[in-house]
């Protein structure tokens, strides 16, 4: 029994990543085949075959980019950046996630400044990111604490800044043992700074 045991956990640990990692593959897929994808599905169904949106998409992506990095392909892109910045609400989704496509892809700066623990509880420390080096408001930094496992979402939070702490861990471990929701340790970390 012990060892059909073992070769099931041992199935698992092999099947479970190999598994996930084609599922959200897929999953990314059928999103970005989508975005164009539907278009031909409904105006050009004798020509759409399922690819067609994804290749469509990434051609896109080169020509704005060609536009982007010329004379006048910049002025007419300056022209609807214009527009969608003084249309009332669309502005401040748009302002948004330009800031934040732009700090992800240029990598000028990194979104995260550092890793850092803080005392939530009496004897409870947490750990979170810090969002920016400067000091949001007299003594306080920001603080981006994700939720476990899903770390596209989470709170911010004024901390005094000599309550936190820096630990000397990348960002990329410290998502690491927030994903694995504390099971990863820093210890087997091979990218520490």
Known sequence: MKTLK??????????????LSIWILFKIFIFLENILGNFFKRFFTNIYTPGVGLVS????IFLVGFLANNFFGKKVLNLIE????????LNKIFVFIKNIVKKIIE??????????????????????????EEEIEAGYVSV?????????????IMVPKDKVEKINISVEDALKIMV??????PSNATNKE
Do not use: R, W
């Not at 998409?57 to 896109?60: A, E, G, K, Q, T």
């Not at 995260?112 to 810090?130: A, C, R, W």
């Not at 981006?144 to 911010?156: M, S, Y």
């Not at 694995?180 to 340790?185: T, V």
């Open 57 to 60: 998409l990434v051609i896109l």
């Open 144 to 156: 981006f604490i994700p939720t476990v496992p899903n770390i596209t979402t989470g709170i911010v």
């Open 6 to 19: 073992k070769h099931f956990i041992s199935g698992l640990i092999f099947i479970i990543p190999i598994s």
């Open 82 to 89: 214009t527009l969608f910045e003084n249309i009332p609400v």
């Open 180 to 185: 694995s929701m504390g099971i990863f340790s």
């Open 107 to 132: 990598k000028k700066t990194d979104l995260f400044k550092g890793v850092v623990k803080f005392k939530m509880l009496d004897d409870s420390y947490t750990i979170g990111f810090l969002t920016g």
